[in-house]
């Protein structure tokens, strides 16, 4: 199941952010694992907050996850967070 901005905005610019995404994309198998520090986590969540990129990442990661573990939950992404990031993003083009 496809969030359907997913298409649409991965062409996002994310210059000046490339460090910042490469540290998340490390930390991105400890938090699907439920194996990052509170402090990783907490770094982790705010950065997604930001970047659809990685947020994206997040969200493909925990459904394969869910996949390969065999109780695949529903992806739930609130209306209101996607619709903030659309604006988000459609304010930056
Ligand atoms: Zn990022």
Known sequence: MESKFTEVYHNAPAEGKET???KVSKLLDLVI???ATTEDQTYFNHHIED???CFEDHQKQKLLKGLVSGHLKRVIVPDSLALSIKTRIQATI
């Open 51 to 53: 970047c659809v990129a």
């Open 20 to 22: 910042e995404c490469e």
């Open 33 to 35: 694992d439920g194996e």
